[in-house]
């Protein structure tokens, strides 16, 4: 597994309704994303950043998603370029599974 974190740094433009909204709208286009386990929408206004954690089963997906021409549309639509990070995972706990 690999996790991605991309962080979005804003000015005087932050807006935590516009986040809200992209996240919302953006959901259905990572369901059933091939290689993508799951995907998590953060938004820290005291820090006037947006967090997204994505976390693969596939590295090499991982890796194949974050094209130049995905970063551009990342770009367009948080009107910032977006700083992109890849981490190893070290563990995972997943406490919805353990409920079952």
Request: hydrophobic letters at 45%; aromatic letters at 12%; glycine letters at 4%.
């Amino acid at each position: 597994m690999i996790c991605v974190f991309v962080t979005f740094r804003f000015g005087d433009d932050f807006s935590a309704a516009k986040l809200q909204t992209i996240a919302e709208n953006a959901r259905s286009m990572f369901a059933g994303l091939p290689g993508l386990r799951s995907k998590l929408f953060s938004i820290e206004p005291q820090l006037r950043e947006a967090r997204n954690v994505y976390l693969w089963n596939d590295p090499e997906a991982a890796r194949a998603f974050f094209t130049s021409e995905m970063r551009n549309r990342i770009t367009a639509l948080y009107g910032v370029a977006p700083i992109i990070e890849y981490g190893e995972v070290a563990a995972f706990v997943d406490n919805q599974a353990q409920s079952s």
